[in-house]
């Protein structure tokens, strides 16, 4: 489908690689490079949601322009460097909009004019989810994910498509498309996947999954109207059980596992339908872990290993490695110690293999970290505290402090694996941890962890730090359910 710039009568012009871009990747994987360019943003105060899929559009030459936050990191990151020696096109030639006189102001957009980047350019700048101001963001329209659908290719035309994504508790409520979706709406779409996924790495769920029904209506009302070529069409439908199972991930972080299951078997029909088996993968993926933290271990092994047939065509080691964690969770949940042990030796083997291209897009967060934190989950569940303790304290050391809230996880495992092996102090202490990251940090799930480690410890107030821990958590305020 032509943009809001071009006519109807304009045939597409197939994108031109970026070879330039490519060879300064060099040796590493799309995903080591994106953190890379995450680490760089960091460093000079960016916030830009680079992934593999990013760098990947970039090299295929669909990004012919960068927006302005990614110009100012790859600036940081190649000194000396212009846009164009980095296989970019001029900032002027992208659908006929004028060059920005210096490079550190952007332009005041024009009023109404929503926010992003021109045309043809992928989001980068993204505004911080404040959780102090949870209660003024619970009254207003979510800025935070509205943007996300705005921004990015075909900003005029998202917007006029997917209109103000007011949150609303009835479904028939969801904005109608004026027009037939196309390739801006798609990746507008992906984006949205993208940057609830770098919240909810940042800040947990709580926060974000009040103001996440809106845009997962609206994306199904793209696929209702239905787009002209099926390549779109094929994107959106992934892009929306993606984002399915994004919104069913927050309610299950948050606490609310039928509104998870619900999300998360709505993406597994999305992908039924239409063939797609990575996405196939990742919804059974998430409904094992959901089933195993439910109670169900039985249904977590099914749903393993319904994802690991799923997955073995696409020839991901790394998702392979992951499926088979989920799978020891559900041995350990059914007390099967030799099942669950062959699971996490099989695990351990697939993740050594190292990335691939195949790697899915949604596994940037699972590194040696995530591995130590799950198999911390499986002993824990079989009561080896001594072996659980261990892996969750190699998992929050490894984990990138990009990602606060599984350094939280990690944390409150590990406190509550010392509380259960009898070493109070040392559990306080972890509590503690994981209690200074609370302000930057909502999740249920971590809240909940961190209340059962207290209940281990109010027998030991005596001991060195208890006391201050258990006085700190019975003043620290929980998060308001939805």
């Known amino acids: 489908?032509?943009?809001?710039?071009?006519?109807?009568?304009?045939?597409?012009?197939?994108?031109?690689?970026?070879?330039?871009?490519?060879?300064?990747?060099?040796?590493?994987?799309?995903?080591?490079?994106?953190?890379?360019?995450?680490?760089?943003?960091?460093?000079?105060?960016?916030?830009?949601?680079?992934?593999?899929?990013?760098?990947?559009?970039?090299?295929?030459?669909?990004?012919?322009?960068?927006?302005?936050?990614?110009?100012?990191?790859?600036?940081?990151?190649?000194?000396?460097?212009?846009?164009?020696?980095?296989?970019?096109?001029?900032?002027?030639?992208?659908?006929?909009?004028?060059?920005?006189?210096?490079?550190?102001?952007?332009?005041?957009?024009?009023?109404?004019?929503?926010?992003?980047?021109?045309?043809?350019?992928?989001?980068?700048?993204?505004?911080?989810?404040?959780?102090h101001e949870n209660d003024q963001l619970n009254h207003e329209?979510?800025?935070?994910?509205?943007?996300?659908?705005?921004?990015?290719?075909?900003?005029?035309?998202?917007?006029?498509?997917?209109?103000?994504l007011r949150p609303t508790t009835d479904a028939t409520a969801a904005v109608r498309p004026s027009r037939r979706p196309g390739t801006p709406e798609a990746a507008a779409l992906e984006e949205a996947v993208r940057r609830i996924r770098l919240l909810d790495d940042r800040h947990g769920a709580d926060g974000l999954y009040r103001r996440a029904a809106a845009p997962l209506r609206a994306a199904y009302a793209l696929l209702d109207a239905g787009a002209t070529r099926q390549t779109t069409a094929d994107r959106l439908h992934a892009g929306a059980g993606e984002l399915a199972i994004s919104v069913g991930w927050l309610a299950h972080d948050s606490g609310r596992y039928d509104d998870a299951r619900s999300h998360y078997a709505e993406a597994l029909a999305t992908a039924r339908m239409t063939g797609d088996p990575g996405l196939e993968a990742h919804a059974f993926c998430n409904t094992a872990f959901l089933a195993r933290d439910a109670g169900r271990p039985r249904e977590a092994v099914r749903a393993a290993q319904a994802a690991q047939r799923a997955a073995r065509p696409l020839g991901s080691a790394r998702l392979m490695s992951l499926l088979a964690l989920r799978e020891a969770g559900g041995w350990a949940g059914l007390a099967d110690r030799t099942g669950c042990e062959q699971a996490l030796v099989r695990a351990q083997a697939?993740?050594?293999?190292?990335?691939?291209?195949?790697?899915?897009?949604?596994?940037?967060?699972?590194?040696?970290?995530?591995?130590?934190?799950?198999?911390?989950?499986?002993?824990?569940?079989?009561?080896?505290?001594?072996?659980?303790?261990?892996?969750?304290?190699?998992?929050?050391?490894?984990?990138?402090?990009?990602?606060?809230?599984?350094?939280?996880?990690?944390?409150?495992?590990?406190?509550?694996?010392?509380?259960?092996?009898?070493?109070?102090?040392?559990?306080?202490?972890?509590?503690?941890?994981?209690?200074?990251?609370?302000?930057?940090?909502?999740?249920?799930?971590?809240?909940?962890m961190l209340a059962g480690t207290a209940r281990v410890l109010l027998p030991h107030r005596r001991a060195s730090g208890v006391s201050d821990f258990l006085d700190r958590h019975a003043s620290t305020p929980r998060a308001a359910r939805a």
């Open 1 to 131: 489908m032509a943009s809001s710039t071009e006519t109807a009568s304009q045939p597409e012009r197939p994108p031109r690689p970026n070879l330039a871009f490519r060879q300064l990747r060099g040796s590493r994987s799309p995903a080591e490079f994106a953190a890379l360019v995450r680490r760089a943003a960091r460093e000079i105060g960016e916030r830009v949601s680079c992934d593999a899929r990013y760098v990947g559009r970039v090299e295929a030459g669909e990004i012919r322009c960068p927006n302005y936050a990614y110009e100012r990191v790859f600036m940081h990151m190649f000194p000396g460097r212009a846009l164009t020696d980095l296989g970019f096109a001029p900032r002027s030639s992208v659908r006929g909009r004028a060059a920005r006189a210096t490079p550190d102001a952007d332009p005041a957009p024009a009023a109404g004019a929503p926010p992003g980047g021109a045309p043809g350019e992928s989001p980068g700048a993204f505004e911080p989810y404040d959780p």
């Open 141 to 164: 329209e979510s800025d935070v994910l509205r943007r996300a659908f705005m921004t990015g290719g075909g900003a005029t035309v998202a917007a006029a498509t997917l209109g103000p």
């Open 350 to 448: 697939l993740f050594e293999r190292g990335h691939s291209e195949a790697d899915p897009e949604w596994m940037s967060f699972y590194g040696e970290a995530e591995l130590e934190g799950l198999e911390a989950q499986c002993w824990s569940t079989l009561g080896d505290w001594r072996r659980a303790s261990r892996h969750a304290r190699r998992a929050a050391h490894l984990q990138d402090p990009h990602f606060t809230r599984n350094i939280a996880l990690y944390t409150a495992e590990l406190a509550d694996d010392l509380a259960r092996e009898g070493r109070p102090d040392e559990a306080a202490a972890a509590g503690l941890r994981v209690l200074a990251l609370l302000d930057q940090v909502q999740s249920s799930r971590i809240q909940s």
